[in-house]
């Protein structure tokens, strides 16, 4: 594994290759790296994950576990994952960052960390605590994560930048033709767990089903909250309306024509999936959090609303999915194009590799 000129070799860790919002971004930077000049190897603490064959597609290695059991073994795999691939530099992102900050500072390389969303309890804020003292640059993707960073993790503005998320545009499909008398559509692509809120959208659903009862829900992903899920459903009266259709290879092949996407999230980064609907032509209603509501200023197909408020939600998506034909289309055209120029994969790619440069140039 060899690195271009003035650039490292780099080991990017992540918790699991699973499929999952920081997963597949994580991966779309490696590959879009490796096109860059820049040899990138992942691993992950976990072992399997259904990415680990899509990495391979892609021409990322990946450096197997059996099994990471506690912060020991953990920083112990990194460091031998990271001597196997000659990685002189350790990127690791939410989930890894201790282990990952342990394994750089004993194999003396620099280390770079990025938090993609915040880990809740007290047991993650003085793991993140202590890991940000031993590593040399985060990157956050969002704002509200660099404020937190400078303000609880206390570290310093010249170690800290925020570089908001972007997605590999290139590999979506083309979106499907609407018909004129297409049924009024909600589609979610997300992990199925607790920060993401989907029962404030079933909540706002049931709301607004009385007045457009055609209205339907569409969920792919898979999580712990499912069955959860299912039964809330069910005991709103919704359930005739809610498809679960689980992980599905590519979700935006299934996209409803015309479909409105829902973020329902109480903290997100900047969710790539987002990107990937707008840029697909959707019209969206998403929570104001995270880097979302900078990144969709200026595109008019939006609507963000405040999280767990269920009324604003529900009048969100009624006002979005009851639009007229003609000004949905526009809508959707406008959403496109602001995502395809400002949310591609590349910007970011740009800004870890000119990173990585300076960080290897301070080592030496």
């Known amino acids: 594994m060899a690195g271009g000129r003035g650039i490292p070799r780099v080991l990017m860790v992540l918790p699991r290759l699973e499929t999952g919002g920081m997963e597949c971004t994580v991966l779309a930077q490696a590959h879009q790296l490796r096109a860059a000049g820049v040899e990138v190897a992942l691993a992950a603490l976990s072992p399997g994950g259904d990415l680990e064959e899509q990495a391979a597609a892609r021409g990322v290695p990946v450096v197997s576990t059996p099994g990471v059991t506690d912060l020991k073994s953990g920083a112990a795999f990194v460091g031998a994952a990271a001597t196997q691939v000659g990685a002189t530099l350790v990127h690791s992102h939410t989930g890894a960052w201790l282990p990952s900050a342990i394994a750089a500072r004993r194999l003396r390389v620099p280390h770079v960390h990025t938090r993609h969303g915040f880990n809740p309890g007290a047991t993650a804020a003085v793991s993140e605590f202590l890991a940000a003292r031993a590593t040399s640059h985060v990157v956050c993707v969002s704002e509200e994560l660099a404020r937190h960073g400078r303000q609880i993790l206390r570290i310093s503005s010249a170690r800290l930048e925020v570089v908001p998320n972007g997605a590999d545009l290139a590999t979506l499909p083309e979106p499907a033709p609407v018909a004129a008398d297409a049924d009024p559509a909600l589609v979610m692509v997300c992990r199925l767990v607790t920060v993401k809120n989907i029962p404030l959208v079933l909540e706002a659903l049931r709301l607004v089903r009385p007045r457009v009862p055609r209205l339907t829900l569409t969920l792919m992903g898979d999580g712990p909250e499912r069955e959860a899920l299912t039964a809330r459903a069910e005991a709103l009266g919704v359930a005739d309306a809610v498809r679960f259709l ?3 290879e ?76 003609g000004e949905a289309r526009h809508l959707e055209a406008a959403n496109r194009a602001h995502a395809r120029a400002v949310g591609g994969v590349g910007r970011v790619v740009e800004r870890l590799r000119s990173r990585y440069a300076a960080l290897a140039a301070a080592q030496g």
Do not use: K, N, Y
């Open 246 to 248: 689980g992980m599905v």
């Open 250 to 325: 590519r979700p935006w092949s299934h996209l409803p024509p015309g479909g409105v996407f829902v973020q329902s999230s109480d903290s997100e980064g900047l969710s790539v999936s987002l990107i990937e609907a707008m840029a697909m032509g959707c019209r969206v209603v998403a929570t104001a959090v995270g880097q979302t509501a900078t990144f969709v200023d200026g595109a008019p197909g939006v609507r963000l609303v405040p999280p767990r408020e269920v009324p604003p939600m529900a009048a969100a998506l009624e006002a979005m999915a009851c639009m007229a034909p």
